[in-house]
């Protein structure tokens, strides 16, 4: 079941303890993904190729609403989880409630933390934990012409 791939940061913990004693290249990203598009799937996929397991930080519908505005998020936190997780290549889905995913970086601590092509290394959240570490930082730049904000503003027309 891909409702597997959702997980409690307990059980996140002990799945990327499990991968890197298997020598597994843990990647983290993180995001609202509202209404997935290409956008998001190009995006997920040259994570994914950054390592061999990818895992997704989720905004709970609230950190969702402070980024986004009252309007959103359009679809709920298990909706979101279930959709990405039912992505081949997306491993685990762990939501947040903070405003950042810096706890969960710092807990769970992965190999490689992957931004889109909005941040700048240095001002992506977690960045120098994970370089302390001996991790690498990389931005993944969007694909032309895709985002949710974008979408909901032609379903609006």
């Not at 290549?89 to 706890?103: A, R, S, Y």
Request: aromatic share 6%; hydrophobic share 40%.
């Amino acid at each position: 079941m891909t409702s597997n791939k959702i997980m409690n940061l307990e059980q996140a913990k002990n799945a990327v303890e499990t991968w890197k004693k298997n020598q597994q290249c843990v990647v983290f990203t993180n995001g609202c993904f509202d209404i997935l598009h290409l956008g998001h799937i190009d995006y997920l996929e040259k994570a994914k190729l950054k390592g061999d397991k990818l895992i997704i930080g989720l905004n709970s519908d609230n950190s969702v609403r402070k980024l986004k505005g009252n309007q959103r998020p359009i679809n709920h936190l298990m909706a979101r989880s279930r959709m990405l997780a039912a992505i081949e290549f997306v491993d685990l889905v762990i939501g947040f409630d903070e405003d950042t995913p810096l706890m969960l970086i710092n807990t769970l601590l992965p190999d490689v933390l992957v931004k889109g092509g909005d941040y700048a290394k240095e001002n992506i959240v977690g960045a120098e934990n994970v370089l302390a570490a001996g991790g690498t930082v990389a931005v993944i730049e969007f694909t032309d012409g895709y985002s949710t904000t974008k979408l909901i503003d032609q379903l609006k027309k």
